[in-house]
């Protein structure tokens, strides 16, 4: 049985795999053990903000973050640590 904890470095790992080298700051957020062979995991991570320059660090005298917080709800196998599936988080 893998743990929550070895699962999400293990998620870490594929996360930068697959969603590229330029993701950040990834967290888990939300926790849902099943009384399956599953967890079900929120996991979130930071992207570059490719809808602004780069150059650009304020607008009207606010600030402009140059990152965009995405959510990814993740299903795990208990068992092995393998991940089931990757979907976009129904509230991001």
Known sequence: MVSVKESVERIKGQFLDVFGSDITDIRLEEIKESNSNEYYLTVSFLVPNRNISPTVTSTFGSMVNPYIREYKSVVVNK????????????DA
């Open 79 to 90: 068992k092995n640590g393998d991940v089931i599936s990757i979907k976009i988080h129904k």
